[in-house]
């Protein structure tokens, strides 16, 4: 028989009751969702402009606090932590514009990201450069590292953004819309990248409009309208749901 811990252990996120509002508008209310912990999972969430999904992300990894309602991650309550602890607890995530300094390479932008996610501290400059270039690697930007980010187009830009997420080793990974302003070749090759991430045993919860990304790289869709989840299937379910498909005018699904 497994242990509390062990069975909260077995939950990548587990949230319940939360709400969030802004001034009188209700965002989150009452959401709730849980994510298990199996191997190769990634989960994608749809919403129309506006129903929250940012703002989860935000609540999740405390840059906004949370009204009511309950997070953890792990089996951890993550309210009752600093932001700063979510990098080490295995938590990354992605922004929907990328957050990068143009005038920096590559390089110089991914090794930022640990210094964003608290990791700077004790680590050796070695360590942190041989994990900075394996996160370029994991998205195949290993030989752009030197070229300043004002340089490369904004597909790559999204891309360095990933890396700087992954060179924090995260368990799980939040991506808010990476594929928002790809074009299809570039959402191709990032769908490539998310799947072998996926496939390494890391966890993705993935923001996302684009179907063609999430059906290439998802196996359960999640759908919040009103606050809610107002659908929680499977791809084909999704394909196949009315909600869905009311939700997104008719016009994404079919794309
Ligand atoms: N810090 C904030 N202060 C006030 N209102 C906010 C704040 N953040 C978000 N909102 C509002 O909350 C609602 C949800 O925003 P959010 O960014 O979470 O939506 P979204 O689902 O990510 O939309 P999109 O698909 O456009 O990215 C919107 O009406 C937005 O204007
Ligand atoms: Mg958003």
Not at 42 to 47: D, N, Q, S
Not at 85 to 104: E, H, I, K, S
Not at 166 to 192: F, K, N, T
Request: charged share 20%; net charge neutral.
């Amino acid at each position: 028989m497994k242990t509390v811990q062990e069975r909260a252990g077995s939950q990548v996120l587990r949230i319940s009751g939360l709400c969030k509002s802004f001034g009188g508008l209700n965002v989150l209310s009452n959401f709730e969702l849980e994510i298990p912990h199996a191997e190769d999972m990634a989960v994608a969430v749809l919403g129309q402009n506006g129903a929250g999904k940012t703002t989860l992300v935000n609540l999740i990894t405390r840059i906004l606090p949370v009204d009511a309602g309950t997070i953890e991650v792990y089996g951890n309550d993550v309210l009752s932590l600093p932001a700063r602890a979510l990098a080490p607890m295995g938590v990354g995530r992605t922004f929907q514009t990328p957050r990068l300094l143009l005038d920096d390479t590559v390089l110089d932008n991914v090794l930022l990201g640990s210094v964003a996610q608290g990791n700077w501290h004790g680590q050796a400059r070695r360590k942190l450069l041989a994990d900075a270039q394996e996160a370029l690697e994991a998205v195949s930007l290993a030989d752009q590292a030197g070229r300043a980010i004002r340089s490369l187009p904004f597909g790559s830009r999204k891309l360095v953004e990933l890396a700087r997420a992954l060179i924090g080793h995260p368990r799980v990974l939040l991506l808010d819309e990476p594929a928002a302003g790809l074009s299809q070749v570039e959402e191709e090759h990032l769908a490539e990248v998310l799947v072998r991430l996926r496939a390494s045993g890391m966890t993705l919860l993935l923001i996302e409009h684009r179907m063609m990304l999430v059906k290439a790289v998802a196996q359960r869709v999640v759908m919040m309208a009103s606050g809610k989840v107002v659908f929680d299937g499977t791809v084909a379910e999704a394909l196949d749901s009315s909600v869905v498909k009311e939700g997104y005018l008719g016009t994404q699904v079919a794309g």
